[in-house]
């Protein structure tokens, strides 16, 4: 017989592990992943497959020859900020500005930080702004590339960019299904609402994420929306817009979700998600920008620390 | 244009003479008056922060030698004796000497000596491990080889040996702090005197287990046997516990306990020649038949 | 809807492979080392000496403290030496070794099957038979049952709990006597409530359990004392944790540093009540409990409930029970989420015994630790509401006053936070450390205060 174990107890484990939970991050975004290399094309695939080999290689490039310790990639993060980094980018994207977003996002906003788990910012926000400030040109063309289903390419601009040139009379008629099911235009990620939800819902179902973050999120657009709204129905657009469009629904999912870069408590998470939602309606009415979505989780990551200190669990027997 | 620059270094500059006017008078009104012998002793310090005197820091230890106006508690085990010297010389008063101590770890059970009965699964610090058990090994005193020491001491003078699983101390830079003895739950470690040229004999062993069981579970383990205490002439070996103790102060490192050890617990390390046990034995021998002669 | 305790708990599978095997009774070994430190608090002193004659269920130990308790003898024989050996994790205590020779029982304790339905009423003298059959907490603490049951003036009672939870996974020990002996832990149940000044009695049983949760409710039935009631309560663990269960059942939560008393709770496992009837009606001291042989690689025929009387030496009941399995990496005595691992088989049972677990490796052998990635899944784990992630970072730095504020000392142990951890962190060793040196520097620190509070109170009268 072999030596006995021992050991302090438990004596068990969970099958959680870190990477089953970004394996079902990467399940959860497939759906959305899929609508845009149909709407897309192939030109879109690649993009995913660059990003993801990007962040993946460099992540392993850093651990091997500068950390010089044991290799982090299988916990599939780097995965996740690949896939997320593809599609939070334009489809017209060229390959090589996201070659250079997946080295901020991993090589800055992840690994000088101390990698998985030390990150202040989350890399594929990070990484998304860094390339707006940077490449504003690339960042902001939204001619539709011809994809399976549209097989023409044409130019076209976001609802929220619309909005920003033209005011309320330039997305006036807006069809919502056609948003909740297609909204073309805008980063390629956005695409489909309902294949985002599918998602948020796969995550909650796994119990992955708990829903606090991203509910606050929607109903702090949607309340600071109606407001806006209800002052001006002339000027502002209605609260289903803010919600429908641009990235608030892959930003409030996918992003502001992301365990390191978020509130640990859930009432830490609601007071993080108001912050997101808030920042986010008045960079797009006020700001220069059309959408402010990843600028205001950018903001709001940097508040998190001072969140937990403020936000705890309810202690049992501590009333 | 113009305009704007002029105004910009005009108030820039008021502004700077404003804030160093402000500065100048706070410093001087709310100036704490302080001994300038602390900031002298402190420069005298090796300025480890170690905490081996007993003190916080270096500036606590400065602090406090000046407030006692002399060192008859003080002594920064790190400077050692040299360091104190100036120190006195600072404060005007008599230095008083302490023999260099280093750390010295009692336990000689390595893989070979001392066989594993179990797999430890925890986590791998002797804290976590001593709480829990008794250890992997079938001795429940000695070294439980995590290396809390190795963590705890911050002149990098300990090293774990993968081989033997024990930690191995580097002589010159250990400043006898006192850090490793405090982290080993299992009080392996100890101070003792370096003794002249770094010689010195010790046991190397805490099992208190009765002989046979310890025999079973380490081969290098003092057995209690008494063998040196009986031996010894310089009354320096006590038997306690099933543990034989040397007594650094009373120890003139004949080696006699050294060579007659039958399991080689008896450790003398720095000694320019390597033990003679047949000489010594010789001379054992001898004397033993004198006293006899003299007794009849 | 079945009740549960509100904060956090984990649902690790229950395994309780063993659920249907009936308690079979361990035949007399050679020889029994009964050890002095059966219970919580002070060892007891032993009162024998080498070469003695002694009978099962004389007293052997008188307790060393308040918090102690009597020790007997569980077989009969001579006692052959009294003297250190090691326990379960090594560590030496005080045994009594006894050479068996015959069965032979002390005067006045009834070994038959007889229910004694009828409930005393004086409480002094039946919480003395109580202590004077050293009865102890079963349900893992091991807490001197007359000590619990006799709060201090001022608490009232206002709740017995019987705890049927056995939460723990892989154990079925406590779901065997309460199919086997439903009546016999009714009438204990009874006994208590009387001590206790007639308050009423919740058995709180998980659902996981529904034989035991129908024998009991008849067995209350069919008694029909007055008060008692079966709770059926939703499968979450830690429930037999005693605040959670608390919680549970009143829906009160026992302030920091409290007893249950001051909530009015008394909560003791269906094993000590059971001990409590032998004791009361049948003047048997607590020399017997169940233990379950079970664990993940140990085939379902092997599986046993065993009877087993306390010094039984753990590698003969192994032995017995068909030797230790193929793959058995891992032998725990206890559940496998607060369980102890067992380092040494020479090891002997005591009063809390309550099993021999074979784990195989691939399912206790831990996974290498990885980064925290704040992930918060232990903070929601946690049934006392801590923060196992940011206890864990400040116990490495050491930070005491910090862990205190945290409310390190809360932590009950249950390795909810561990048993959750995505990056496999061994947070509950890192923890269960800290909260020793934090309680230690608390007591000191109380110990301090009263000091001086007394040094201020002798000072005027000077």
Redesign the interface.
């Known amino acids: 017989?072999?030596?006995?174990?021992?050991?302090?107890?438990?004596?068990?484990?969970?099958p959680?592990?870190?990477q089953?939970?970004m394996l079902d991050v990467v399940i959860a975004l497939l759906p959305a992943t899929v609508v845009s290399v149909l709407f897309y094309g192939w030109r879109e695939l690649m993009l995913v497959a660059v990003s993801i080999v990007a962040c993946v290689g460099l992540e392993w490039l850093i651990t091997r020859f500068l950390l010089k310790r044991k290799s982090?990639i299988a916990?599939l993060?780097a995965v996740v900020t690949g896939l997320l980094l593809a599609l939070n980018v334009p489809p017209t994207c060229p390959w090589w500005v996201i070659v250079i977003g997946a080295i901020f996002a991993v090589g800055v906003a992840k690994m000088t930080f101390?990698?998985?788990?030390?990150n202040t910012f989350n890399p594929a926000i990070a990484a998304r702004v860094f390339l707006l400030v940077s490449f504003p040109a690339y960042m902001t063309d939204w001619t539709i590339p011809a994809g399976f289903i549209h097989t023409d390419a044409v130019s076209g601009a976001t609802l929220l960019g619309k909005y920003a040139e033209g005011g309320i009379e330039a997305i006036q008629g807006t069809d919502y299904l056609h948003t909740l099911l297609f909204n073309i235009g805008g980063s390629a990620g956005e695409i489909s609402a309902i294949a985002l939800l599918a998602g948020f819902v796969y995550l909650l179902c796994r119990r992955v994420i708990?829903p606090w973050i991203t509910l606050s999120i929607w109903g702090t657009v949607a309340v600071a929306g109606l407001l806006f709204w209800l002052i001006n129905p002339g000027q502002y657009p209605d609260p289903v817009f803010c919600l429908l469009t641009g990235g608030v629904l892959l930003g409030s999912i996918f992003m502001a979700t992301d365990?390191?870069t978020s509130p640990?408590?859930d009432w830490g998470g609601v007071v993080f998600g108001v912050g997101i939602g808030l920042l986010t309606v008045l960079i797009r009415y006020f700001g220069a920008y059309p959408e402010g979505v990843s600028f205001a989780i950018l903001i709001m990551n940097a508040f998190v620390p001072l969140i937990n200190k403020a936000f705890?669990?309810?202690?049992?027997?501590?009333? | 244009m113009d305009i704007t620059i002029i105004w910009t270094i005009v108030v820039i500059t008021l502004l700077g003479v404003t804030l160093a006017a402000v500065l100048f008078l706070v410093a001087r009104k709310f100036r704490v008056e302080e001994d300038p012998r602390i900031d002298e002793i402190e420069k005298l310090m090796p300025g480890a922060n170690c905490g081996g005197c007993g003190f916080a820091g270096c500036r606590a230890f400065a602090d406090s030698c000046v407030k006692a106006g002399n060192l008859d508690n003080n002594f920064c085990p790190v400077g050692g004796n040299e360091t104190m010297k100036q120190v006195a010389a600072v404060l005007g008063c008599a230095a008083v000497e302490q023999a260099p101590k280093v750390a010295v770890i009692r336990c000689n059970g390595s893989c070979a000596n001392r066989p594993?009965?179990?797999?430890?699964?925890?986590?791998a610090t002797c804290r976590?491990k001593a709480?829990?058990?008794s250890g992997?090994t079938g001795c429940a005193y000695g070294c439980l080889g995590c290396g809390d020491c190795v963590a705890a001491c911050e002149n990098d003078a300990l090293k774990m040996n993968p081989e033997t699983g024990l930690p191995e101390l580097d002589e010159e830079k250990c400043g006898a702090c006192g850090k490793c003895v405090k982290a080993c739950p299992k009080g392996v470690i100890e101070l003792r005197n370096k003794g002249p040229r770094g010689m010195r004999v010790y046991t190397s062993c805490v099992n208190k287990d009765k002989g046979p069981a310890v025999k079973k579970a380490c081969a290098a383990a003092c057995i209690g046997c008494g063998i040196c205490a009986k031996t010894c002439t310089h009354g320096a070996i006590v038997l306690e516990n099933n543990v034989a103790y040397i007594d650094y102060t009373k120890c003139k490192l004949c080696r006699e306990c050294e060579a007659l050890c039958p399991t080689g617990a008896i450790h003398g390390v720095n000694f320019p020649k390597p033990l003679d046990k047949d000489a010594i034995k010789a001379r054992i021998k001898a004397r033993n038949e004198k006293a006899k002669e003299v007794q009849e | 809807m079945m009740k549960t305790f509100k904060?956090g708990g984990?649902h690790?599978n229950d395994n309780k492979i063993s659920r249907n095997c009936a308690i079979e009774v361990l035949p007399l070994p050679q020889t029994v080392f009964i050890s002095m430190a059966q219970h919580l608090g002070a060892p007891a002193k032993p009162i024998v000496a080498v070469g003695d004659q002694v009978k099962a269920g004389q007293v052997i130990a008188e307790p060393g403290g308040f918090i102690s308790a009597y020790v007997h003898s569980s077989v009969s024989g001579t006692v052959k030496s009294v003297a250190p050996r090691k326990d379960l994790s090594g560590n030496l205590m005080t045994h009594v070794e006894i050479a068996v020779e015959g069965d032979e029982w002390a005067e006045g304790i009834d070994l038959s099957d007889t229910l004694v339905t009828e409930i005393p009423t004086d409480k002094a003298e039946t919480l003395k038979k109580i202590q004077m059959c050293g009865v102890v907490g079963l349900g893992g603490a091991t807490f001197p049952a007359h000590v619990k049951l006799n709060p201090a003036p001022g608490c009232k009672a206002e709740c017995l709990i019987l705890n049927g939870a056995e939460c723990e996974?892989f154990l079925t020990s406590d779901n065997r006597i309460m199919i086997e002996k439903s009546k016999e832990i009714v009438i204990g149940a009874a006994i208590m409530k009387m001590v206790l000044g007639g308050c009423p009695a919740v058995i709180g049983i998980e659902e996981n359990k529904p034989e035991a949760i129908s024998a009991m409710s008849k067995a209350v039935a069919e008694l029909g004392y007055e008060g008692i009631s079966v709770m059926k309560l939703k499968k979450k663990y830690p429930q037999g944790g005693e605040?959670q269960l608390i919680?549970a059942v009143m829906k009160r939560?026992?302030?920091?540093g409290?007893l249950p008393i001051s909530v009015g709770a008394v909560v003791q496992n269906v094993a000590t009540s059971l001990a409590v009837y032998e004791a009361v009606q049948k003047n048997k001291p607590l020399v017997t409990n169940t233990m379950t042989i079970t664990g993940d690689c140990l085939p379902v025929e092997k599986q046993h409930n065993y009877l087993f009387r306390i010094g039984m030496p753990l590698s003969y009941i192994a032995e017995y029970a068909g030797g230790?399995p193929e793959g058995?990496?891992?032998?725990?005595s206890?559940g496998?989420?607060?369980?102890?691992?067992?380092?040494n088989l020479d090891a002997c049972t005591v009063k809390g015994s309550s099993s021999l677990?074979y784990?195989s490796?691939a399912?206790?052998?831990?996974?290498e630790a990885?980064?925290?990635?704040?992930?918060?899944?232990c903070?929601?784990a946690?049934?006392?509401?801590?923060?196992p992630?940011l206890l864990n970072k400040l116990a490495k730095n050491a930070m005491m006053d910090e862990l205190e504020a945290r409310?390190i000392q809360?932590c009950i142990?249950c390795?909810c936070c561990?048993?959750?951890?995505?990056?496999?962190i061994?947070l509950?060793?890192t923890i269960?450390i800290a909260k020793g040196q934090v309680m230690g520097i608390m007591r000191a620190r109380a110990a301090a205060a009263k000091a001086a509070a007394e040094a201020a109170k002798a000072a005027p009268q000077k």
Request: hydrophobic share 35%; net charge positive.
């Open positions: 017989m072999n030596k006995l174990l021992v050991s302090p107890s438990p004596h068990v484990h969970s959680l592990s870190t089953r939970l982090t916990d993060s101390g990698g998985l788990g030390q708990k365990y390191v640990m408590s705890h669990q309810k202690k049992y027997g501590r009333a | 594993k009965v179990n797999e430890y699964d925890g986590l976590v709480a829990l058990y992997d | 904060i984990v690790p996974p605040k919680n939560e026992v302030k920091s409290g230790i058995a990496a891992k032998i725990v206890g496998p989420m607060m369980g102890k691992a067992i380092s677990l784990l490796e399912f206790t052998k831990r996974k990885s980064a925290c990635i704040r992930c918060g899944k903070a929601d946690c049934p006392m509401g801590l923060e992630f409310s809360d142990s390795g561990q048993f959750t951890c995505p990056a496999n061994p509950l060793d269960n």
